[in-house]
């Protein structure tokens, strides 16, 4: 059988279509290996539709006849529900199921009638076709039949067939026109769904026109049966009578096929649900029409296939309590950047036990790239300082509107109105060789590392490597002490944050989540002539997050250990010049956890190189360019245990380890020069830089601009 399932054979077979079967066949279900059984008028049993699939324990159950069809209804019915695929006509909705066929019309009522004609079924007749079906392991039992009540002999044989779990589905009856009073309920012969013997596994099918939103004129209504009744097409329905001719049929007959074709696929797919399920399934995924919820018209509303083989609930991966989110498994990072997009799948379950196949990769998004530019001009905020004696402070603060918050920050009190404090720190000078720094929203390594970067300021996009941790990190209070010792400054610090990070579900509009982090270094610096030299030892431990990355539950990556080495040169080979460049190297440990089973090592990079010159076009001016590669994970990556098939029979999962590499195609690099000069008794600035593949995804756009700047110190 091929794997094109969209044929002209399918597009011509309008009651698959409109059910949403292609769904199913695309994930491999066909109907094969379930017995589905009809009861009915018989079969043409020289039609290609049913051949080979008929199950040799068929039978007639009201005479001695064979099964030929004299009428054509059940064998219409039959095509609608599991014709073949052989590119001729049309096919059924479970083309490859097997078919039972009951047998069940009066000798002689059906000679010579077309399918809506005055053929006649006994209810005895009609009970032994239930019990051929319970005995012969049918999932589904389609009875396109109607008239009266069901006498007992079949109510006890409807009982015995739902007791075995089996899904019997009966047509709703076609009174819409000749009887419209009656038709706002089932026919009575189909409202045995209402009887607790039917243990909600018999399904009222109405008719649906073409455009799956109205019932047929000629359909019953849901009625009093409301709970129980679906609706398929059940208007020219395209068929083949017991010549091989084909029609256009229409009444609740041929949606009650439809219907049970959907049964047949779902318990063929998913050999673990129960009949049960199966009703459910097709209840809770159809489409609601008329008002909400269940109502008496369209009762549960129209079949959805597609809908019933999509996941329902929360999914886990197989064999395990793992959740594994289908739409979103994490957002990722500028160190992570593009790697791990694709090439990871597994199977999980959804809340009916089904397996399914996922790509993990696919389902994470990336943090929004940080607008850096307006980062880097602190629009709207002012810095005020002061220094008395040994110590020294400076805050920066944003203007804000309102009576809201305002910090004391030695401010006036008109000014303190209309503030909000951003960042702060007091620096105190211990004496010739010590000094300690605090800081409020300030990392405590940037105040250890300042004198490292001094031209720092100048830039507003490209960042010294060492500068800050490559991944948007807010510290929330910092400290350093600074000694000097035999003409080696030593220095420790440290300081706690937050990682911010975003839903990739912007639809929800999930407000931004915030995790903690902390982080200590311990660093030495010393100055040889024109030559300063220092390094620093870091360690960074995360919360939550994997190097900014907030990874779903699956990847056990929400605790992580960071050390980074950290060295720096800078050196002034000539009046007015210097030159200087840091390197950090980084190695990440992540601990066992989710789906992995073993623990798991990255490596990462950051590098900066920068040469300024003073003095170039005037007295006290200054141009510099610098050239950097913010923090990029240079190799690992996770190795997971995850199953890579499923058993039903046993409910046990196959497993296999499949790596995910976290290291991105992409590879960001950031140029910028700056220019500034007193101007005016202010200072101008200007800046221009460029950044190819932003936040290490190589299908980024170039980030490119400049800015102009003059200031008035106040």
């Known amino acids: 059988m091929g794997s094109n399932f969209d044929t002209a054979e399918f597009r011509r077979s309008n009651a698959v279509v409109q059910s949403g079967a292609l769904a199913a066949y695309n994930v491999g279900a066909t109907g094969n290996g379930v017995v589905a059984a009809v009861i009915d008028s018989g079969i043409d049993t020289n039609s290609a539709e049913f051949a080979g699939r008929i199950l040799s324990a068929s039978a007639d159950l009201a005479g001695s006849r064979g099964l030929q069809d004299e009428g054509g209804h059940g064998t219409a019915v039959s095509s609608v529900l599991l014709g073949a695929k052989n590119d001729i006509g049309t096919h059924g909705v479970a083309f490859g199921a097997q078919l039972l066929v009951a047998r069940t019309d009066t000798v002689g009522s059906c000679a010579n009638a077309g399918p809506e004609?005055?053929?006649?079924?006994?209810?005895?007749?009609?009970a032994r076709g239930v019990d051929l079906a319970i005995a012969n392991s049918a999932r589904v039992i389609n009875i396109s039949l109607g008239g009266s009540p069901a006498n007992a002999t079949l109510r006890a044989a409807i009982g015995r067939a739902t007791a075995n779990g089996m899904v019997i589905v009966i047509s709703a009856g076609n009174d819409g026109v000749a009887d419209p009073a009656a038709a706002v309920n089932p026919d009575l012969f189909a409202q045995i769904a209402n009887d607790?013997?039917?243990?909600?596994?018999?399904?009222?099918?109405?008719?649906?026109?073409?455009?799956?939103?109205?019932?047929?004129?000629?359909?019953?209504?849901?009625?009093?049966?409301?709970?129980?009744y679906l609706g398929a097409l059940g208007s020219r329905v395209q068929a083949i009578d017991e010549n091989g001719g084909v029609f256009l049929f229409s009444g609740t007959s041929f949606s009650a096929p439809v219907i049970s074709g959907a049964v047949t696929l779902l318990a063929g797919a998913f050999p673990n649900l129960t009949g049960a399920q199966i009703v459910d399934l097709l209840f809770r995924t159809a489409n609601d029409l008329g008002a909400t919820g269940v109502d008496g018209e369209f009762g549960q509303g129209a079949l959805n296939l597609a809908r019933a083989f999509a996941p329902q609930g929360a999914t886990a991966l197989a064999g395990s309590a793992i959740p594994v989110s289908l739409t979103a498994s994490g957002t990722t990072s500028a160190p992570v950047g593009d790697a791990g997009k694709a090439g990871l799948s597994t199977i999980v379950l959804d809340s009916f036990g089904r397996a399914y196949e996922a790509a993990l990769g696919g389902a994470r998004g990336s943090v929004p790239l940080a607008p850096r530019l307006a980062q880097g001009l602190n629009i709207g905020t002012r810095s005020i300082g002061f220094q008395s004696g040994v110590i020294a402070a400076s805050f920066s603060v944003a203007q804000v509107s309102g009576d809201g918050a305002a910090g004391r920050l030695l401010l006036t009190g008109q000014q303190s109105g209309r503030a909000r404090a951003l960042a702060g720190q007091?620096?105190?000078?211990?004496?010739?060789?010590?000094?300690v720094a605090f800081g409020i929203s300030q990392s405590g390594l940037a105040l250890a590392k300042?004198?490292?970067?001094?031209?720092?300021?100048?830039?507003?996009?490209?960042?010294?490597?060492?500068r800050d941790w490559g991944f948007d990190a807010r510290a929330k209070s910092g400290f350093a002490l600074g000694h000097r010792i035999g003409g080696i400054d030593w220095s420790i610090a440290g300081e706690t944050g937050t990682v911010s990070n975003f839903e990739r579900d912007r639809r929800l509009r999930a407000p931004e989540k915030r995790s903690g982090y902390s982080a200590f270094s311990l660093g030495a610096a010393q100055r040889l002539g024109p030559l300063s030299l220092s390094g620093h030892a870091t360690w960074l431990r995360e919360n939550e997050t994997l190097l900014g990355s907030r990874l779903a539950d699956i990847f056990g990556a929400n605790r992580t250990d960071s050390v980074f080495a950290d060295a720096n040169i800078a050196l002034a080979p000539a009046r007015d010049w210097q030159i200087g460049a840091t390197w950090r190297q980084g190695f990440t440990r992540i601990g066992a956890a989710g789906a992995r089973q073993g623990v798991d090592r990255l490596q990462t990079s950051a590098w900066s190189f920068d040469v300024a010159r003073d003095n170039l076009f005037a007295p006290a001016d200054s141009l510099a360019l610098r050239i950097a590669q913010p923090l990029r994970i240079s190799n690992g990556g996770l190795n997971l245990t995850l199953p890579n098939g499923y058993d039903y029979a046993t409910g046990t999962a196959q497993l296999g380890v499949q790596r995910l590499n976290l290291a991105p195609d992409g590879r960001e690099l950031d140029i910028e020069a700056a220019y500034a000069r007193p101007l005016f008794g202010g200072l101008f600035s200007a800046n221009l830089f460029w950044r190819r593949e932003p936040g290490n995804i190589a299908a980024s756009p170039e980030d490119m601009g400049g800015a102009l700047r003059f200031s008035l110190g106040l």
Do not use: M
Not at 202 to 223: M, P, Q, R, T, Y
């Open 450 to 466: 300042d004198y490292r970067d001094a031209r720092g300021q100048g830039f507003l996009v490209g960042r010294a490597a060492t």
């Open 117 to 126: 004609d005055s053929c006649t079924h006994n209810d005895n007749a009609i």
């Open 426 to 435: 007091v620096i105190a000078q211990l004496g010739g060789r010590t000094s």
């Open 196 to 228: 607790p013997l039917a243990r909600n596994l018999v399904v009222i099918a109405g008719a649906l026109d073409s455009s799956n939103v109205a019932l047929a004129g000629f359909s019953n209504k849901a009625g009093n049966g409301a709970a129980h």
